[in-house]
């Protein structure tokens, strides 16, 4: 089992930047992929930006050229946001996840984005 917690959200004005960490409790190398999704009130869950072994990334349109995510060698998954916009805000959400049986995410941290 892994644990994955998030921090670095919070209350930031449009146009400013947040770094969000995703602190893994067991490596996550080699998952099939890492990264970040969000949740926004009354909306699903979306992807924001996964990477996945050998550096392949994925970004959501939305926050290409914006965000970038990123990793160290301890498993630790962070996701850099600049020029952020209202429509930014939601629950961050970092997930690991290697198959059905071994899919994981944190609790989530909030990221809110004022005009």
């Known amino acids: 089992q892994v644990q994955l917690v998030e921090s670095g959200g919070g209350l930031v004005e449009a146009g400013g930047s947040l770094r969000l960490t995703c602190t893994a409790s067991?490596?996550?190398?080699?998952?099939?992929?890492t990264g970040w999704y969000r949740q926004a009130p009354g909306k699903q869950r979306e992807l924001v930006a996964v990477?996945?072994?050998?550096?392949?990334i994925v970004y959501a349109d939305s926050v290409k050229g914006r965000f970038t995510i990123s990793r160290d060698a301890k498993s630790t998954v962070y996701l850099q946001m600049t020029s952020l916009m209202p429509e930014d805000t939601a629950v961050y959400y970092c997930?690991?996840?290697?198959?059905?049986?071994?899919?994981?995410w944190g609790r989530g941290t909030q990221v809110t984005v004022s005009s």
């Open positions: 067991q490596s996550t190398l080699g998952f099939h992929y």
């Open positions: 997930t690991a996840y290697q198959d059905e049986m071994r899919n994981y």
């Open positions: 990477m996945r072994p050998g550096g392949n």
